[in-house]
């Protein structure tokens, strides 16, 4: 496959057969994402791949807690909630996600079902903790690596067939994730990655989100002297 098409194909997936991955394909998968530039060559970045019971323990840990109305507990600040174009673009591909899963405005039952999914990692045979070292806080640098090393594990998981999401609820409750993935304390916890082979029945796997034209976002200095 070449880039271009890889680009183009991936989306993110949000169902999974059950079916287990090779410990060796993860292997390979995060070899080439390593390949992922860093500031300074630091590779601040950690790789915590969880599956089996330790997995099914999160799960149930960040359901229990959710359901619980336990405050939510990051180790990196984000903010509360998009707002203006930030906002809209949440809300469009949301609306494109519920749309392709049937799932009605008004169906309370059916959205607080889809976001539980997302605390149970949506049920993936695999999830992948990325943590950096504590000691590079204020670590805005290294978050920026841990991005770019994600994206190429996303990419490089595409090309041997695997789905992944990148998937910031997974790790809302990190003492839960830290307990039991057995995350070092002079680790921080950026987010997690639900990989497995997807399952082609699961209609938000089709779901093609939509980019910004380039109109709006780029610009060009120096290129046309007028
Ligand atoms: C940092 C980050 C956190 C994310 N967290 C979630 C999440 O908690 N739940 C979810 O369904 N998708 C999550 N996503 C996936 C985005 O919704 C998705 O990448 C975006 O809508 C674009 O769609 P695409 O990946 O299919 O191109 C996250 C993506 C990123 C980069």
Redesign the pocket.
């Known amino acids: 496959m070449d880039f271009e098409t890889l680009v183009r194909e991936?989306?993110?997936i949000?169902g999974y057969k059950p079916d287990p991955v090779p410990k060796e394909v993860i292997q390979e998968i995060i070899e080439i994402a390593k390949g992922a530039p860093s500031s300074m060559n630091t590779q601040p970045w950690f790789f915590h791949v969880i599956t089996g019971e330790p997995l099914d323990r999160i799960r149930r840990g960040n359901t229990e807690r959710m359901l619980a109305g336990a405050e939510v507990q990051r180790e990196i600040p984000v903010r509360g909630g998009y707002e203006g174009i930030h906002r809209q673009r949440q809300i469009e591909?949301a609306v494109q996600l519920f749309e392709a899963m049937g799932i009605a405005r008004d169906d309370k039952d059916r959205r607080q079902d889809w976001v539980m999914r997302?605390f149970r990692q949506f049920d993936a045979p695999v999830s992948i903790v990325m943590t950096y070292d504590k000691s590079l806080e204020p670590a805005t640098i290294s978050h920026f690596d841990l991005g770019a090393v994600t994206y190429g594990l996303v990419l490089a998981a595409w090309t041997r067939g695997l789905g992944t999401?990148?998937?910031?609820?997974?790790i809302m409750q990190s003492a839960v994730v830290r307990e039991h993935a057995k995350i070092p304390d002079w680790q921080v916890i950026m987010?997690c990655i639900a990989m497995g082979y997807p399952n082609d029945e699961f209609s938000a796997n089709e779901?093609?989100?939509r980019r910004t034209p380039n109109d709006e976002i780029v610009t060009f200095t120096g290129f046309d002297e007028d």
Do not use: M, P, Y
Not at 165 to 170: F, H
């Open positions: 991936r989306r993110s949000r591909v997302g999401v990148i998937n910031g609820q997974g987010t779901v093609k989100s």
